[in-house]
């Protein structure tokens, strides 16, 4: 029973170090729409966003290909804010 239970505290303790993944945040502050490439673990994406529009990508890290053509690798837990084809990472 001692076993039992000390497995399940390593695991339950795993859990809280690792946490859950953090996404970047992608916010469109333009006047127009906006199409993003997002490409993840080898997966292409086209995230599509309105005027002021915000979506959350890149669970794992990913590249981030911009409408202007820039390209951007984003680890994760960023906040990229878009306006007029140009990107600011904060």
Known sequence: MKQVVAQLVVVFGSVLVAGPGLAASVLNTGSSAVVLVVVEDGTKTEVALDAGGSDTI?????????????????????????????????
């Open 58 to 90: 890149c669970a794992a890290g990913c590249f981030l290909t911009l409408p202007n053509g820039d390209r951007i690798g984003l680890a994760g837990g960023e906040t990229v804010e878009i306006k007029d084809g140009v990107a600011t990472i904060k």
